[in-house]
C-alpha cells in the first residue's frame, strides 16, 4: 500500500510564492509517475503538472512558465514550487503516484490553495 502525504498549502498573495511538496511512502514497485492536481470550487479537478521517472515533466497552459514541478526519485518525493501566483489558482491541490507496471493508482490527501489579496 501507498500513501501520499502533501504538505506546504496556505493562503497567499497575487504574486507570491508557494512549495508543495508530497512524500510517497509504502510498496513502490518499479517506475512511477508523479503529478499534481487540483480542483477548484465547481470545477473538475484538472492535471496542472506531471513529471516522469527520468524527470521529464510537463505542464497545463494555465501554469506554464510560473509551476515547476520536481522529483527526488530516492526519496519518492515530488514538489510543486509556484510562483507568481493568481487567484484563479485557488484550488485543492492532490499528489498523485501512479505505477503503470502494476497499475496502481494513489491519491494525497488534497491541500488547500488559497491566493487572495
Known amino acids: 500500500q501507498v500513501q501520499l502525504v502533501e504538505s506546504g498549502g496556505g493562503l497567499v498573495q497575487p504574486g507570491g510564492s508557494l512549495r508543495l511538496s508530497c512524500a510517497a511512502s509504502g510498496s513502490i514497485f518499479g517506475l512511477n509517475v508523479m503529478a499534481w492536481y487540483r480542483q477548484a470550487p465547481g470545477k473538475q479537478r484538472e492535471l496542472v503538472a506531471v513529471?516522469?521517472?527520468?524527470?521529464?515533466?510537463n505542464y497545463a497552459d494555465s501554469v506554464k512558465g510560473r509551476f515547476t514541478i520536481s522529483r527526488d526519485n530516492a526519496k519518492n518525493t515530488a514538489a510543486l514550487q509556484m510562483n507568481n501566483l493568481k487567484p484563479e489558482d485557488t484550488a485543492v491541490y492532490y499528489c498523485?503516484?501512479?505505477?503503470?507496471?502494476?497499475?496502481?493508482?494513489?491519491w494525497g490527501q488534497g491541500t488547500q490553495v488559497t491566493v487572495s489579496s
Open positions: 498523485n503516484l501512479k505505477t503503470p507496471i502494476t497499475g496502481d493508482n494513489y
Open positions: 513529471i516522469s521517472g527520468s524527470g521529464t515533466a
